[in-house]
């Protein structure tokens, strides 16, 4: 016997779903920063999971590679160069505790049209761009998330490459030894 | 760190099949998943990981500070230049039609040259912002 | 099928809701800078994930065109959430390396700390 993908798919979602917002839930609690990049690393891989089952796998390989590797690389870094604990301060929780509810409100009322998980008629399936017939005639590359990415929508990525070197130059500048005995 | 065996073995095993498997990922980024961010990711996470297990100063051996400071802009002049070369071919820029012989083969060279350009950008912006936290000292 | 139906569509957007607000929750109400940090990735993620979900067909596949296929997601949610997280990776970096700056300069990473800091510095210059 078989169990068709449109039974197995949705509990998948579902289960992986529920474990990120546990996760985000520690993530918020915990106090401990070590634990809470450890955690931040461990929510990616489950993000890079969930994005394998909804079929995005360029931005699973992504989000794996990116989220759960260098980032916490970096966070690892920056937290030695730190403070691995954090301080216990002030209680300042009713301000933040209603933006949070208004926003929550808000996204609530936002989402309440979100089409029906899956389906194909969903007005991105119907009305958005039709990348997929055009893809193989007009640039013979297989893989729709890199012709669009790199041809149809080109610009936005030179947009992008441009923001990873002013960060890389940004990261550089602000780390930058001194090479006079400069003061200040 | 440095005494660990296991780390240092497992690294020494992991480290050429990575950087081949970026070398994969970057070049059938056309009929699989990858493309040039998810390649230079991976690269960098290669020379990341020689770093960690091996010092900072091993890992400079390999990729210099000079290298990597005229990888940074040459991947986006790469990109914008094969832009421009569109501009000359008579089309938009970033056109790749009329790189090659025909449509579908300048847009494959078009979007091959892009790509390289994304990886070396973010191979060694990646690997530059490693260097930078790895080699200041605690305050 | 009728019973997970809406147990989907709620899970779908609780959890992308829970994500957005817990992100912007610990961006606010904390003062630890590396934990603000962790709060914006958050909140981030969040967005990849509302922008992900319509794109999928149950029963589809991932969108490399193959004879074998028929139903694929749609690609341009995966390109644009794709530039996000390259995007999102570079300003973590610069915000870790302004924290590490911050922490150089001040001696803490605490918001409060810095800003009572910051007023016993001016005070003593006024007198």
Known sequence: ?184 | MRLDVVLRVTTKFILAPLLLFALYVQFHGDYGPGGGFQAGVIAAAAIILYGLINGLAAARRIVPDAVLERLIPAGVLIYALVGVAGMFTGENFLGYNHLAHDAVHGQEWGVFLVEAGVFVTVFSSMVGIFYAFAGRRRA | ?127
């Open chain 1, 1 to 184: 016997m078989t169990i068709s993908a449109e039974f197995l798919e949705p509990i998948i979602t579902l289960v992986l779903l529920l474990l990120l917002a546990v996760i985000a839930f520690g993530i918020v609690r915990v106090r401990g920063l070590f634990a809470v990049v450890i955690m931040l690393g461990a929510y990616s891989f489950l993000m890079a999971t969930l994005f394998i089952v909804l079929d995005a796998v360029d931005v699973a390989m992504t989000e794996a590679s990116v989220g759960a590797g260098i980032s916490t690389v970096l966070f690892l870094g920056a937290l030695y160069l730190t403070d691995v604990k954090e301080a216990t301060g002030r209680a300042r929780r009713l301000a933040p505790m209603l933006v949070a509810v208004v926003t929550a409100g808000v996204l609530i009322w936002g989402l309440s049209d979100l089409p029906e998980f899956g389906s194909a008629d969903q007005p991105i399936h119907t009305k958005g761009a039709d990348y997929l017939d055009r893809s193989i005639p007009e640039t013979g590359i297989q893989n729709v998330v890199s012709s669009v990415l790199a041809s149809y929508r080109g610009f936005d990525t030179l947009g992008e490459t441009a923001v990873v070197f002013t960060a890389a130059i940004g990261v550089l500048a602000l780390f930058a030894r001194r090479r006079s005995d400069g003061k200040g």
């Open chain 3, 1 to 127: 099928m009728t019973l997970i139906d809406p147990l989907i569509a709620l899970a779908t957007r609780g959890v992308t809701i829970f994500l957005m607000v817990a992100g912007l929750y610990v961006v606010i109400a904390r003062g630890n800078m590396v934990k603000k940090l962790v709060g914006l990735s958050l909140f981030q993620s969040s967005v990849y994930l509302l922008f992900i979900l319509p794109g999928k067909i149950v029963g589809g596949t991932a969108p490399i065109i193959d004879p074998a296929f028929e139903v694929y997601a749609h690609p341009l949610p995966h390109v644009l959430i794709l530039t996000a997280i390259v995007v999102g990776i570079g300003t973590l970096a610069l915000g870790l390396a302004l924290v590490v700056r911050i922490r150089e300069a001040f001696g803490t990473i605490e918001e409060d700390e810095i800003l009572a800091r910051e007023d016993a510095v001016r005070v003593e210059r006024d007198e």
